[in-house]
């Protein structure tokens, strides 16, 4: 007997430290409203002294709003059946008469069932983190309707700018070129070779002009235009366009390399586009190789996707330019072009929420890095 005593005690003593050191609240009252034992943690919570708590001031039907007493009621009903009740939020009215979120649940205890064993959390910081999340949604969604509005003005200034570079801008430009031709036809026999030249380099100056502003307008309807995402395999695309290459360039030897069964979601309009300009540029920047030898693989190592060659390459340093409209590493009168194809690139595969980089050396070939979000991610 003195062992199951000593045991007792000591069970006893581990039980009020226990509940003394809690970082919950925890009380014990009777389920008619008097609560007559708690730790600090709950004293604190509501603002009372443990010796009002003796005198029996602290009244839990006290603590409660008014028209939250009946989730009270309903939770000691729940408790009486089935012996605890589930936890739910409410508020707790201090003694300085502020109130504080809490989240409650109790046991029903005692030998004639009529006492609740309370547990307490205060859900202030919560709450007041939620609040904060709150208002920078409110924020966040401020600043995207705004943005959302820029862009959508953006959009607008870009269309007007489209409409006017293709009507008012290639009006001109269609006459100059329509009074060049008529000039040379009417006068040709009053036109020594110089002046023949010259109209020739007026009409190659126009057809150049022309062909910029093509390539400008598909640059600017990137912008806009939405991506028509689905699962598209960039090996089928890389084999049709490789194929117009090769009936563009029959006398030609070209060595293609294509990966099977590249696999990513994008949009296959402008993916198409992405490989037409790349395999394009790696046959241009290749034509002065015996055999032509272009891949396009997926480049573990990196991540990304890796189209190269073994053309003429480029030096690094001027690398920073490759992706803006109309740089060009290279002279026309080496390799045509309109200087636009990469920045067309680089469009397409940021808005696919990809990154594209390059890697080259003179001579020593060229090869091209971008990334896409793979096939079912």
């Not at 100056?205 to 806009?224: P, Q, V």
């Not at 034509?287 to 890796?306: G, P, R």
């Given at each position: 007997?003195?062992?199951?005593?000593?045991?007792?005690?000591?069970?006893?003593?581990?039980?009020?430290?226990?509940?003394?050191?809690?970082?919950?609240?925890?009380?014990?009252?009777?389920?008619?409203?008097?609560?007559?034992?708690?730790?600090?943690?709950?004293?604190?919570?509501?603002?009372?002294?443990?010796?009002?708590?003796?005198?029996?001031?602290?009244?839990?039907?006290?603590?409660?709003?008014?028209?939250?007493?009946?989730?009270?009621?309903?939770?000691?009903?729940?408790?009486?059946?089935?012996?605890?009740?589930?936890?739910?939020?409410?508020?707790?009215?201090?003694?300085?008469?502020?109130?504080?979120?809490?989240?409650?649940?109790?046991?029903?205890?005692?030998?004639?069932?009529?006492?609740?064993?309370?547990?307490?959390?205060?859900?202030?910081?919560?709450?007041?983190?939620?609040?904060?999340?709150?208002r920078l949604n409110t924020e966040l969604e401020a600043r995207v309707a705004s943005r959302t509005a820029e862009l959508e003005a953006s959009n607008k200034e870009l269309e007007a700018?489209?409409?006017?570079?293709?009507?008012?801008?290639?009006?001109?430009?269609?006459?100059?070129?329509?009074?060049?031709?008529?000039?040379?036809?009417?006068?040709?026999?009053?036109?020594?070779?110089?002046?023949?030249?010259?109209?020739?380099?007026?009409?190659?100056?126009?057809?150049?002009?022309?062909?910029?502003?093509?390539?400008?307008?598909?640059?600017?309807?990137?912008?806009?235009?939405?991506?028509?995402?689905?699962?598209?395999?960039?090996?089928?695309?890389?084999?049709?366009?490789?194929?117009?290459?090769?009936?563009?360039?029959?006398?030609?030897?070209?060595?293609?390399?294509?990966?099977?069964?590249?696999?990513?979601?994008?949009?296959?309009?402008?993916?198409?586009?992405?490989?037409?300009?790349?395999?394009?540029?790696?046959?241009?920047?290749?034509?002065?190789?015996?055999?032509?030898?272009?891949?396009?693989?997926?480049?573990?190592?990196?991540?990304?996707?890796?189209?190269?060659?073994?053309?003429?390459?480029?030096?690094?340093?001027?690398?920073?330019?490759?992706?803006?409209?109309?740089?060009?590493?290279?002279?026309?009168?080496?390799?045509?072009?309109?200087?636009?194809?990469?920045?067309?690139?680089?469009?397409?595969?940021?808005?696919?929420?990809?990154?594209?980089?390059?890697?080259?050396?003179?001579?020593?070939?060229?090869?091209?890095f971008f990334t896409l979000v793979p096939s079912g991610t």
């Amino acid at each position: 007997m003195p062992d199951k005593m000593h045991q007792l005690m000591r069970t006893k003593e581990r039980f009020e430290a226990f509940v003394s050191s809690a970082p919950i609240g925890i009380a014990s009252s009777h389920i008619d409203g008097r609560v007559f034992e708690a730790n600090d943690t709950y004293l604190d919570l509501i603002g009372y002294t443990r010796a009002e708590l003796e005198e029996g001031k602290v009244l839990w039907t006290d603590l409660t709003p008014k028209e939250l007493v009946y989730r009270d009621r309903e939770a000691i009903e729940e408790a009486v059946r089935t012996g605890r009740s589930h936890a739910f939020e409410k508020e707790y009215i201090r003694k300085d008469g502020s109130h504080v979120p809490i989240l409650i649940g109790f046991a029903i205890v005692g030998p004639d069932r009529d006492e609740a064993l309370t547990f307490v959390i205060d859900m202030t910081g919560q709450k007041s983190a939620e609040a904060e999340v709150r208002r920078l949604n409110t924020e966040l969604e401020a600043r995207v309707a705004s943005r959302t509005a820029e862009l959508e003005a953006s959009n607008k200034e870009l269309e007007a700018f489209c409409y006017a570079v293709s009507h008012d801008l290639r009006a001109p430009l269609r006459s100059i070129d329509g009074f060049a031709y008529a000039l040379l036809q009417d006068y040709e026999d009053k036109l020594d070779e110089d002046g023949k030249d010259f109209i020739g380099r007026i009409r190659a100056a126009s057809k150049r002009m022309d062909e910029l502003i093509s390539a400008l307008l598909s640059l600017s309807r990137l912008t806009t235009t939405e991506l028509d995402r689905q699962t598209v395999n960039l090996s089928e695309l890389a084999e049709a366009v490789t194929s117009d290459l090769m009936h563009a360039n029959p006398n030609r030897s070209i060595e293609f390399s294509i990966e099977p069964n590249l696999l990513v979601q994008g949009d296959r309009r402008t993916l198409r586009a992405v490989l037409d300009n790349l395999l394009n540029n790696a046959v241009k920047f290749t034509v002065n190789q015996e055999v032509a030898k272009i891949s396009l693989e997926f480049d573990k190592s990196v991540s990304a996707f890796a189209i190269r060659d073994n053309g003429v390459g480029f030096e690094m340093e001027q690398s920073s330019k490759l992706f803006q409209p109309f740089e060009r590493l290279h002279s026309p009168r080496e390799f045509s072009g309109s200087g636009i194809g990469l920045a067309t690139v680089y469009r397409i595969i940021r808005k696919h929420g990809g990154h594209i980089w390059a890697h080259a050396e003179i001579n020593k070939g060229a090869e091209f890095f971008f990334t896409l979000v793979p096939s079912g991610t």
